[in-house]
């Protein structure tokens, strides 16, 4: 049975940072695509990172710069730093696993989601 538990989300003022991490079972990591996604009240679920097999990130626009993804296979946990954090970050944070052949930012495309973890940020 695949589980993927994200942790790490709060509360955090604008300008600081917060961690997430999404520990994840019944899969290799290795071997996966990882994704990170957010969602927002009214809004589409948004790619928000994403790590490959061979330790490749790609960020989305709105985070460029500021997030930074990574990952330790022998803990088969992938991280999410969020810096320099802003209110528009306000989101509920999902990791998510697609089966390796290429990595996307389609929500449909992965196979395998945790359950979210809030991140709210206050002015």
């Known amino acids: 049975q695949v589980q993927l538990v994200e942790s790490g989300g709060g509360s955090v003022q604008a300008g600081g940072s917060l961690r997430l991490s999404c520990a994840a079972s019944?899969?290799?990591?290795?071997?996966?695509?990882m994704g990170w996604f957010r969602q927002a009240p009214g809004k589409e679920r948004e790619g928000v990172a994403r790590?490959?097999?061979?330790?490749?990130?790609v960020y989305g626009d709105s985070v460029k710069g500021r997030f930074t993804s990574s990952k330790d296979n022998a803990k088969n946990t992938v991280y999410l730093q969020m810096n320099s954090v802003k209110t528009e970050d306000t989101a509920i944070y999902y990791c998510?696993?697609?089966?390796?052949?290429?990595?996307?930012?389609?929500?449909?495309?992965?196979?395998?989601w945790g359950q979210g973890t809030q991140v709210t940020v206050s002015s």
């Open positions: 790590i490959d097999p061979y330790g490749i990130t």
């Open positions: 998510a696993a697609l089966r390796y052949r290429f990595c996307t930012f389609s929500p449909n495309d992965y196979n395998y």
């Open positions: 019944g899969l290799a990591i290795s071997t996966y695509c």
